[in-house]
């Protein structure tokens, strides 16, 4: 299993970032994704959950319902994370894996600040 996560980057409160995660070594559509992040000194949390497919159920943790959108391509093996109106809480690094249990390998994550 690999993954890769990019699209990270420093944000001004109020706006927005698009994730990108592309995923190799098993068959993506069968599995359901998700998005996790871990803030400094703070343990992994999963945000957002997207079910096989891409088309199906999706899950959002309660602080992020509203502003963040979970999707993928079953075609490029992606998956996303659109994020609108952040907030200075959301800075952390954002990992994707698939939710509970997540695989063994992790990427590298990709890192969002969001300062003014």
């Known amino acids: 299993v690999q993954l890769v996560e990019s699209g990270g980057g420093l944000v001004q409160p109020g706006g927005a970032l698009r994730l990108s995660c592309v995923a190799s070594g098993f068959t993506f559509r069968f599995f359901p994704m998700g998005w996790y992040r871990q803030a400094p000194g703070k343990g992994r949390e999963l945000v957002a959950t997207?079910?096989?497919?891409?088309?199906?159920?999706?899950y959002y943790v309660d602080s992020v319902k509203g502003r963040f959108t979970i999707s993928s391509d079953n075609v490029k093996n992606t998956v996303y994370l659109q994020m609108n109106s952040l907030k200075p809480e959301d800075t952390a690094v954002y990992y994707c894996?698939?939710?509970?249990?997540?695989?063994?390998?992790w990427g590298q994550g990709t890192q969002v600040t969001v300062s003014s």
């Open positions: 894996n698939r939710p509970l249990p997540p695989f063994g390998s």
């Open positions: 997207i079910a096989a497919g891409g088309g199906g159920a999706t």
